[in-house]
């Protein structure tokens, strides 16, 4: 049995509990994104992993080895911190080839090492430049690098790549996806943006509060959302209280929603239905009805916003489907089953 | 490893106030009050006042002086900074036998500053400016001055520029600006550097003895004189557990004056 | 500007308050016979040769350089492993520690200096030339943990944990991370501990004052007993040695920071 997998991991500090009862098993050479809001205890759960935090409860098991008790040093792993922990005092080179030094390993081994791992993050020749001169991608990259010198059967990554800038971020997000898969290394990657989850992972384990909502692939994350949490955080959403009526059939704003039945047994409940899923129409062509009250035109999509007797939704629409309304408009609001999904709240 | 790299100091420390109780170290390894009867007499009931009162002006004269300087000193370029910093450090390193010899020359008849003046033409003939009251004054803030300004530094150094410029836009000018802004801004600070100061001043042992007579001496010197001269050392250790029972309630007080800061 | 003049001025006068002993004592050092005149009469270098020439005179220098630069490095072995210990446990009852390495300093220094005659009486050592390196090293203790304490700070965390992470246990991170990172901050430490123990006397006094002479305790007793010009020129030589040393620390590394201030990028 390959691969890390976490059994019951608790981590209380004092009473407040950053991580409640977490399992997962995540296959060798898969790569995860964990993700949630700050707080939600991704940071801390990867530093258990890492051996920088000891959990209250459970155990951590790497390749059918269990590790909760061995220090950081010696466990098998790279690790690059959010603020990259570059070593001012060494220079590139010096940086990458730490881990080969302390274990004194040769000159020359280490030499060579050096040039594989700086070809393969693209910054060949840099070795003797100083971590302060280099910009915020070369520094990224030093730190996958340093963290990759002994190719350790587990990459763990914290928030990567939040200091960079916008654009650099997204394509790092694909040079970090394309190294993992070259290499096929086991990788797990905190991060707060569902951007970069997407982007990056074979498996997404969305965090609240300390607890696993789903772990799922991404676009199963998106469409399948498994509460209305996970449906809130990943991509915009709407959110609607649903009900059912003596028919079974799902009432929204007072009407129902064609084609869409409630589950057994469930009368109330939140449903979730994505912006670009809402289609505008007359006031005469749509079972449910609204009033525009917000129109806002950001040139590569329209956003709409109407009020159904008092509830919220919000359409969004590219330029060639421009529902042409303007603020106070009365219209048809087309709700497809299909893309309704009833959440256990 | 690091337990016994402190058990030595910390074991001195403690030694050192088990004799002082005992009153032994060279004599009669007794528990006699005797000494600490002593402290009752007018003579050293006077020599307290004075040594407090002396400790008490320096201070006193030290920040007055040393305050506006040290924000001075805190706006001037990094360089300039570092050349008045480097000249601070040297001037306080110097310790009080050298302090005294240099200022005993400088108030002598023959080779001191009256000597200068009659030179320059402004004095009729030398006079010795020791000993004297003003003579163990100057010379104990010249020995607290530095000392003062390198206490103040941190909080001036580190005092908002924009409060000053805030000051300004509102029509104070700078003088008033400093007095109304700055001053009060750092009372907190002004008040504990005073009590450090008092504290520094009061170990002055060998200032007073070289440039003032024997009414100038303090208790210091009179703890020196016991320990040394007089080879009296259960009296000397006495009068120094009074000054540290004094001193470490000044220290307390200071840190008090910052936890309040720090919770403001 | 009257406020630009009056500023200039009130700084001249305090470096004139400051300086003016010292150009005093500068001036009697090379005055031409063996009395203490300013202005000096004459020009003579040759006290400044005494002190290397004269064997008392070299005999208290040598004293006090080695005296000096024993007790600087004992002070920075007791406070390195306290700073180190004090950065990482950020315990509070760390805190009494931390005091407990202040406090020789913020006592008149006659107590300490009584408090060492004490023990090292009672301890039967009295007079012991090393008695006055341990006591120095104690007393000046402060100066190396303060400067060390600011040197830790300085260190990022992560640093640690990412060498943790590479492999390097405890005594290879401090060994390879942390003291190539406070290293100036270690030189500098023992920078002031030597210039104050070579200047200190009273400490060195009560401890070995009547066995051993060191340059503070020989000019004092010149004082008493004879003048020469000699202790003059030993003056000059004091603080120009305490300047060369703290302008070497300010070269290498960042003075106002280390006395308190924001360093240069931080503000």
């Avoid at chain 2, 490893?1 to 074991?11: A, D, H, T």
């Avoid at chain 2, 803030?141 to 390198?150: D, F, K, M, R």
């Avoid at chain 2, 440039?211 to 210091?220: A, C, I, V």
Wanted: aromatic residues 10%; glycine residues 8%.
């Amino acid at each position: 049995m390959s691969g890390l997998v976490l059994e019951s991991i608790t981590k209380r500090f004092g009473s407040f509990v950053a991580v409640d009862d977490v399992a997962m098993s995540v296959p060798q050479g898969t790569f995860v994104c964990m993700l949630g809001p700050s707080g939600c205890g991704k940071t801390t759960l990867l530093r258990m992993i890492a051996g920088l935090e000891e959990p209250s409860a459970g155990r951590i098991v790497i390749d059918g080895e269990d590790v909760t008790g061995v220090p950081t040093h010696k466990r098998d792993f790279g690790m690059v911190f959010q603020s990259l922990a570059l070593f001012p005092h060494l220079d590139v080179a010096g940086n990458i080839a730490y881990p080969l030094r302390i274990r004194g390993r040769s000159r020359t081994e280490q030499r060579a090492r050096v040039d594989e791992l700086l070809t393969l993050v693209q910054l060949p020749g840099l070795g003797d430049r100083q971590a302060a001169n280099l910009s915020g991608g070369q520094r990224q990259r030093v730190a996958i690098a340093r963290a990759l010198a002994l190719a350790p059967r587990l990459f763990l990554l914290d928030e990567p790549l939040s200091a960079l800038d916008a654009k650099l971020r997204e394509a790092m997000q694909v040079e970090l996806r394309q190294l993992q898969q070259k290499l096929g290394i086991t990788t797990i990657v905190v991060t707060h943006d569902q951007r970069e989850a997407m982007t990056m992972a074979d498996l997404v384990v969305v965090m609240g509060e300390g607890r696993i909502r789903q772990t799922a692939p991404p676009i199963e994350v998106y469409r399948n959302p498994a509460d209305a949490f996970v449906a809130d955080f990943i991509g915009s959403t709407n959110l609607l209280a649903v009900e059912a009526d003596s028919a079974g059939r799902a009432i929204v704003a007072g009407a129902p929603v064609p084609d869409l039945a409630m589950p057994a047994g469930v009368t109330r409940a939140v449903m979730s239905i994505r912006p670009e899923d809402v289609h505008l129409t007359g006031p005469a062509d749509a079972t449910i009805r609204g009033r525009v009250t917000f129109v806002r035109d950001l040139g590569g999509t329209i956003e709409t916003y109407v009020d159904m007797a008092g509830t919220a939704i919000t359409a969004v629409a590219t330029p060639r489907e421009r529902p042409a309304v303007t603020v106070g408009d009365d219209v048809g609001i087309v709700l497809p089953a299909e893309n309704c999904v009833v959440l256990a709240s | 490893m690091l337990v016994v790299f402190f058990v030595m100091p910390f074991g001195i420390m403690v030694a050192v106030s088990f004799f002082r109780r005992q009153q032994g170290g060279f004599y009669t390894p007794d528990f006699v009050f005797s000494n600490y009867e002593r402290f009752l007499t007018p003579f050293f009931g006077g020599v307290l006042g004075f040594s407090l009162m002396l400790a008490g002006l320096v201070a006193v004269v030290c920040v007055v002086l040393g305050f506006p300087f040290t924000f001075l000193l805190s706006r001037l370029h990094r360089r300039t900074q570092i050349v008045w910093l480097v000249a601070l450090l040297s001037v306080l390193s110097l310790s009080e036998v050298i302090i005294g010899f240099a200022w005993s020359t400088l108030f002598s008849r023959t080779a001191g500053i009256t000597n200068l003046l009659v030179a320059a033409g402004l004095m009729a003939e030398p006079v010795a400016l020791l000993p004297g009251f003003g003579a163990v004054l100057t010379g104990m803030v010249y020995q607290a001055l530095p000392y003062t300004i390198l206490v103040l530094y941190p909080a001036l150094a580190r005092l908002d520029p924009t409060l000053l410029e805030a000051a300004r836009t509102l029509g104070a000018s700078p003088a008033r600006a400093f007095l109304n802004v700055v001053v009060p801004a750092l009372r907190d600070t002004i008040l504990a550097t005073v009590i450090m100061v008092f504290v520094f001043a009061l170990g002055s042992y060998l200032l007073p003895q070289i440039l003032g007579r024997p009414q100038h001496w303090t208790l210091s010197v009179l703890i020196t004189d016991q320990a040394i001269y007089q080879s009296n050392m259960p009296f000397a250790a006495a009068m120094a557990v009074f000054l540290v029972l004094v001193s470490l309630s000044l220290v307390g007080l200071t840190l008090l004056i910052g936890r309040r800061e720090a919770a403001a | 500007m009257t406020g630009r003049i009056l500023r200039r001025a009130y700084l001249a006068l305090i470096a004139l308050f400051l300086a003016g002993p010292l150009i005093v004592v500068a001036g009697v050092s090379v005055n031409a016979k063996k009395t203490l005149l300013f202005p000096p009469q004459g020009f003579s270098l040759s006290w400044y040769g005494d002190i290397f020439t004269e064997p008392d005179w070299r005999g208290a220098l040598v004293a006090s350089l080695v005296l000096a630069a024993l007790a600087a490095a004992l002070a920075v072995a007791i406070a390195l492993p306290l700073a180190w210990f004090l950065w990482r446990r950020v315990a509070p009852w760390a805190r009494v520690f931390q005091l407990l390495g202040v406090a020789p300093f913020l006592l008149p220094p006659v107590i300490t200096a009584l408090g060492f005659l004490s023990f090292w009486a009672t301890a039967g050592l009295y007079g012991q030339p090393w008695t006055a390196v341990i006591s120095h090293a104690i007393f000046f203790v402060t100066l190396p943990l303060v400067t060390l304490s600011l040197g830790f700070a300085a260190v990022d965390r992560s640093l640690v944990e990412a060498a943790a992470t590479m492999g390097a246990d405890d005594r290879t991170v401090f060994r390879t991370i942390v003291v190539p990172l406070i290293l100036p901050y270690l030189v500098s430490g023992y920078a002031f501990a030597f210039v104050l123990s070579l200047n200190e006397y009273i400490v060195a006094y009560m401890t070995v004052g009547f066995t051993m002479e060191t340059l503070p305790i020989k000019i004092f007793n010149a004082l008493r007993y004879g003048y020469t010009p000699t202790m003059a020129s030993v003056t000059v030589l004091f603080v120009a040695m305490a300047a060369v040393v703290f302008g070497l620390v300010a070269r290498f590394g960042d003075l106002p920071k280390l006395l308190g201030a924001w360093s240069a990028e931080e503000h």
